[in-house]
């Protein structure tokens, strides 16, 4: 393959903006010469020898997987039982329909920037290109932080599960900590390819783990253990269930707390957004991706609940008391309906699945906070020395950097420790939802500016189906629940008790914070926003189109063993997902 090498062609000594020019600075060409030679794999990733770039070595079917896996956790399987406690089975379905129609919109407009330009910066770097660099700094440091925090969560939460077969008192719970935060280190270390396929097998068996527990809840709806109960607790004890008041206006509460409920069950399917960097022939997988994942998790979360509310009626006992048990099988509300079919030894298989999700979850936050840093490092928003990466493509200094912080996960240990680092994670789960605001706001943006400068919709490799309209809607949607996610602090009654400042502080400081990043930024750096005529859209576009037209030319080359070892997927799973 030919040599090629970049020169920026912006005026001036590098970018206006004082940042990396790569995504930021004037348009770019490439030329051949002596210098770097992007060489190609066996899997057809190119090289480059500036320890600079990501490696795309991540398959259609490794994105695909990946984005479902985000999304597919112990959200579905166990916040599925507070939701249906909280709310009843009818306020949960249409909970879990509406927000997963409000994932798509996020999806689709992320979708729309991604395939254009699907450069390693991820939405944090479209927000800073098309939209204002104060968003990109503020959305890429809330994402950031959120994934160091949750990712000792997560290894919390697996030291938890395993707490079903062994006590604190026999093993302690830092000893599973400690194994599961160097398996998940070495895992991201060994480098994208082993990452992807890893993860791929990780999320294929929470799929079928969800396919299973779906044709099994059906089972026992119709009567396979005894009596069928179909719309039975519908109709007894109801299918709205009136919370935090009484009559029409606790059945509306109750199905606003299942709403907030759906929403964090849904985050982290944006991560794909995380992917683009690496993803192999970006701009097909990427939409591809994308309108697949939402038909699959809409499909796995709402027949899921539609199955529910059939087998476990909202006031069951077995529920409300699982509701206090934590990250254990024994707080799905399918061991529940398991339970009441006299169907044994199932709970602890369900178990060893929970650990699967959690383990997985770790993982692949893991990979996402690395991935955030080093995109911020790329916009120029960290230190540069975060954007190296060894010959494999792994960012080993972000990776680094995101890893120590899966130290917090030892504060779990001591009971002492223990509550403030529940209050940490409540005060960052917010920014999931801020971090949907900020994609939709960058696609409008993005729209604006591409029809200010004439690219039409012929032009785009994909183009979101809702256009503005839908995310001018879906923003103002999750503004509102942004705002509203914790409305049970300012109810007042004996039952409730008083307002709840702690919960009041550590679930809305995050938007706070939010915002004075974005004018601390703009204060500090005095940059104004990106103007529509203004906006950026070919700076590195064209490495990333050599880069693809090399891939698909390698694999042209290939012809049939371009999908050999892929048989067993092929015969046996892709069918299923």
Not at 180 to 200: A, D
Not at 305 to 320: A, R
């Amino acid at each position: 393959m030919a040599a090629y090498n970049r020169k920026s062609t912006s005026s001036g000594s590098g970018s206006p903006h004082g940042r990396d020019p790569e995504y930021t600075g004037g348009k770019t060409e490439y030329q051949a010469g002596e210098g770097e030679i992007p060489a190609v794999s066996a899997d057809g990733a190119v090289h480059y020898e500036d320890n600079q770039h990501l490696r795309r070595g991540l398959k259609s079917r490794h994105i695909t997987m990946i984005a479902i896996g985000g999304a597919i956790g112990t959200g579905l399987i166990l916040g599925t039982g507070k939701a249906l406690a909280t709310s009843g089975p009818a306020s949960i379905l249409i909970s879990y329909t509406l927000v997963g129609l409000l994932v798509y919109v996020v999806m689709c407009g992320l979708g729309e920037m991604a395939a254009w330009l699907p450069h390693g910066a991820g939405f944090a770097g479209y927000a800073t290109r098309f939209c204002d660099p104060a968003l990109g700094f503020a959305v890429g440091y809330t994402y950031w932080f959120k994934y160091i925090i949750v990712t000792p969560n997560q290894l919390t939460a697996a030291a938890l599960v395993l707490q079903e077969w062994k006590t604190p008192d026999q093993v302690n719970p830092g000893v599973f900590i400690a194994v599961f935060m160097v398996t998940i280190i070495c895992i991201n270390y060994f480098g994208v390819k082993f990452f992807g396929e890893f993860e791929f097998w990780l999320s294929s068996i929470k799929v079928v783990t969800i396919v299973g527990v779906i044709i099994l809840s059906f089972a026992l709806a119709v009567g396979a253990s005894g009596e069928a109960t179909g719309f039975k607790y519908w109709k007894s004890p109801g299918a709205f269930k009136a919370t935090y008041a009484k009559g029409d206006l606790g059945k509306f509460l109750g199905f606003w707390a299942s709403l907030i409920n759906a929403v964090f069950a849904y985050l982290g399917t944006e991560l794909v957004g995380v992917t683009v960097g690496e993803a192999q022939n970006p701009r097909k997988t990427i939409p591809r991706a994308i309108k697949l994942t939402f038909y699959r998790i809409l499909f796995f979360y709402c027949l899921s609940v539609f199955f529910l509310g059939m087998l476990v009626p909202y006031n069951d006992p077995k529920l409300l008391e699982a509701n206090t048990k934590g990250t254990k099988a024994s707080a799905s509300p399918f061991v529940v309906a398991i339970k009441n079919g006299n169907i044994p030894h199932l709970p602890g298989i369900l178990n060893a699945c929970i650990l699967l999700f959690v383990f997985s979850a770790a993982n692949s936050d893991l990979y996402i906070a690395s991935r955030t840093i080093y995109g911020l490092a790329k916009s120029g928003h960290a230190p540069r020395i975060l954007t190296y990466t060894d010959k494999r493509g792994v960012p080993v200094t972000a990776l680094g950097v995101s890893a120590l912080f899966c130290l917090l996960a030892f504060l779990n240990v001591a009971k002492s420790s223990a509550e403030v680092f529940t209050y940490f994670t409540n005060l960052v789960t917010i920014f999931g939802l801020l971090t949907w605001i900020s994609i939709l706001v960058t696609h409008i943006y993005f729209v604006k500016a591409r029809r200010a400068q004439g690219i039409t919709d012929d032009q785009m490799p994909y183009v979101a189906p809702f256009g503005l309209i839908g995310s001018y809607i879906a923003l103002a949607f999750s503004i509102l629940i942004a705002f509203t996610k914790n409305f049970t602090v300012f109810i007042h009654d004996k039952k409730y008790g008083n307002f709840d400042y702690k919960n009041f502080i550590t679930g809305y400081l995050g938007i706070p914070l939010y915002i004075i990043m974005i004018f601390g930024y703009k204060f500090y750096t005095k940059e104004p926003g990106i103007k529509p005529h203004e906006a950026d859209f070919y700076t590195g576009k064209d490495e990333i189109d050599r880069e693809e037209a090399a891939f698909l030319a390698f694999k042209e080359s290939q012809g049939k063993d371009a999908n050999k070892g892929n048989w067993f997927y092929r015969k046996f799973i892709s069918w299923l997902f």
